[in-house]
């Protein structure tokens, strides 16, 4: 109930951060992601940052989730072996420590697609393994820039223990939502 309500806001809000306990990521993502694309014609940029995109596609589409407007950023499969670059609806990344290569995705999906656009994170937190929490935070803030009044953002992020991150980005976002 929760999350339909913060979902509900986005049609007058453009980005929200989800703070969640780390076992209930995936399961928030997939409830943003119904939310998100439920508007015909949308187009969706999911930003996968703890496992393969194919296989959150996969899952989704047996959640009877319609995936042919969804587009992907896997961070994970380069790092494991796979391929880097563009195949299909997935921008396999080159590394997950590149927030920039991230950052330059999510403009070129921006300006390439008209009408209603959404961006989802699925966790956040995840990208700490591989950078700073101030160039984490400046990537949280530039995406919300980016997003702008045209798109519809929402980042999911875990709780952590003694956690001082999330209350470097929660400014960024025009609201915050606290999953118990």
């Known amino acids: 109930m929760q999350l339909k309500a913060a979902f509900a806001k986005l049609d007058s809000k453009k980005s929200i951060l989800v703070v969640t306990p780390s076992a209930m990521t995936q399961d928030t993502a997939r409830s943003a992601v119904k939310f998100l694309s439920r508007k015909r014609g949308s187009k969706g940029l999911y930003m996968v940052l703890n496992k393969p995109a194919e296989r959150v596609k996969g899952d989704l589409e ?56 959404w961006i989802l994170m699925d966790s956040l937190i995840t990208l700490k393994l591989y950078t700073t929490e101030d ?7 530039t995406l919300t820039l980016k997003a702008g009044n045209d798109v519809q953002l929402v980042v999911i992020t875990a709780k952590t223990k003694g956690d001082t991150f999330t209350n470097k980005i929660i400014p960024f976002f025009d609201d915050v939502v606290m999953v118990e």
């Not at 896997?74 to 796979?82: M, N, R, W």
């Open 62 to 117: 047996k959640q009877k989730i319609n995936t042919k407007d969804i587009f992907f950023i896997d961070t994970l499969s380069a790092s494991i072996g796979g391929e880097i670059g563009w195949k299909g609806q997935i921008l396999y990344s080159s590394n997950p420590a590149d927030i920039t290569e991230m950052g330059i995705a999510v403009s070129n999906f921006i300006a390439k697609h008209n009408g209603r656009k």
């Open 135 to 141: 160039m984490l935070a400046k990537f949280a803030q």
